[in-house]
């Protein structure tokens, strides 16, 4: 099968190769890969960012969500069948989407959703996922609780702001002045220029943050939080829980309870709560999200779709920081 792979950590192109078809268990299913989705975990493992916690061999065959259409159902799936179209986020010790096949827990997918293209649907499961996760696990936010969003015209962020309002949040998010129009549409409740204005300045007494830009822009998220609210982050640093939830050694948990140290201090110091949210896989909540989607209340944001060839333009692309929305890889296949 094609796939796109890198052969060492760093910042180095990707590059099309032959690849044998992945192996398959009896809870999986052979799914034949339609479109893709351009995540930021793809530069963070591509980079060598997550490998202490998480140990990949080369050649590497980079992408974490697609859609597609079932070609094979190992012996112990009995909710699927071959040419149902699904898709969905791989374990993270599976990833490889960015490929013409992947073979993957029938737990870990779902049906796409009725109303939507491969290439829409393929921009959903792991922005869907997190947020999801975010808002409900992490945050565990309630109708009328206050959030903050960061980077709401973002691929993460675009959806995250639907989906909180669809849970009947309230919710503000920051942009440019370029974003605020598809912002806007997407029913968010307060919209900040970060260019002109400092959200720490603007906001108050909020029950949430969902921080997806990490840096100076998380430290003054703790700012903003009434008391006992909580920052689930994707782009600040993990604790030594994550150690624990991954199983990790005493030396990796060890290491990453300093690596957190600041961070933890902080939350301590506002008497607010602060995670480093590691999405799992579910195709439980997928479905919960895929029926958003059929009622109209969540819709793909999509800027741009790529041709497989140009897999590296699109992950160019992405790093440009111009993106509204998703940008998807489409197979041709």
Known sequence: MRAMVVHQY???????TRMPLPNMNPNEVRVQIKAASVNPIDFKIRDGGLKILLKYEFPLILGNDFSGVITEVGAN??????????????????????ADYISIDASEI???????SFEEAASIPLVGLTSYQALNEVMQLQR?????IQAGSGGVGSFAIQLAKAMGLYVATTGSHRGKALIESLGADQFINYKEQDFAQELNDYDGVFDTLGGDNLEKSFEILKPGGTIASVSGVPTDKNARDLNLNIGKEALLRVASYKL???AQQFNVNYDFLFMHPSGTQLKE?????????????IDKVFDFKDTQAALDYSTSGR?????IIKMNN
């Open 144 to 148: 009328g609780d206050k959030v903050f």
């Open 323 to 327: 993106a509204k929305g998703k940008i």
């Open 110 to 116: 779902a049906p796409m959703p009725k109303n939507l």
């Open 10 to 16: 760093g910042d180095y192109p990707v590059q099309e």
């Open 77 to 98: 799936v009995t909710a699927y069948q071959v040419g149902d179209k699904v898709y969905g986020r791989p374990r993270k010790t599976k990833i490889g989407t960015f």
């Open 289 to 301: 999200i895929s029926q958003l989607i059929e009622e109209g209340k969540i819709k793909p944001i």
């Open 264 to 266: 933890r201090r902080r």
